[in-house]
């Protein structure tokens, strides 16, 4: 995991508007879906300088910790995101997931039960629907294919 402080935002001629951190988030997790983890690490790195208080950043650098097989730094990033953003259910959701690819299957029913209801949000609910599908096969983590799970389509974009 990524240990080091965000970086400040880059200089730029303009403000970033929300539009192209919407954009720059789509790419990010494109990036993360096609395997270039490299260039999604640039991009979600770059989106927490500029929108730390938001939770998408933290949710790009988790699937890439998921993707790395490191799904105990993905739980830890999301972890310490929600007090920053404590109402996001996004943090909780993709935390459900980063618990199913730990084997924490307890921990992440647990949160399901917690917060399953709450999505009305249609890619939050299909994704609260696949992980507890998954956690009703008790699926090794490395046999899922993360990259279906909705990642962008629905997301909180609170500028």
């Known amino acids: 995991m990524d240990t080091?402080?965000?970086l400040p935002p880059p200089p730029c001629s303009g403000s970033v508007?929300?539009?192209?951190?919407?954009l720059l988030a789509?790419?990010?997790f494109l990036a993360i879906s096609q395997g270039q983890l490299a260039d999604a690490r640039i991009i979600f790195t770059t989106l927490r300088a500029f929108r730390p208080d938001q939770d998408f950043p933290a949710i790009g650098m988790a699937l890439i910790a998921i993707a790395e097989n490191a799904p105990h730094n993905a739980i830890?990033?999301?972890?310490?995101?929600?007090?920053?953003v404590p109402?996001?259910?996004?943090?909780?959701?993709?935390?459900g997931l980063a618990l199913l690819f730990a084997g924490r299957h307890d921990?992440?029913?647990?949160?399901?039960r917690q917060h399953a209801a709450l999505p009305d949000e249609p890619a939050?609910?299909?994704?609260?629907?696949?992980?507890?599908?998954?956690?009703?096969?008790?699926?090794s983590p490395a046999?899922?294919?993360?990259t279906r799970f909705p990642t962008h389509d629905k997301m909180e974009h609170n500028p």
């Open 4 to 6: 080091s402080p965000p």
């Open 17 to 22: 508007t929300p539009t192209l951190v919407k």
């Open 26 to 28: 789509e790419i990010g």
């Open 76 to 84: 830890t990033l999301l972890q310490e995101q929600i007090p920053r």
């Open 87 to 95: 109402d996001s259910r996004n943090l909780h959701a993709f935390l």
């Open 107 to 112: 921990d992440s029913r647990r949160l399901l």
């Open 124 to 139: 939050l609910q299909a994704l609260w629907t696949a992980i507890d599908r998954k956690l009703q096969q008790v699926t």
């Open 143 to 146: 046999s899922v294919d993360w």
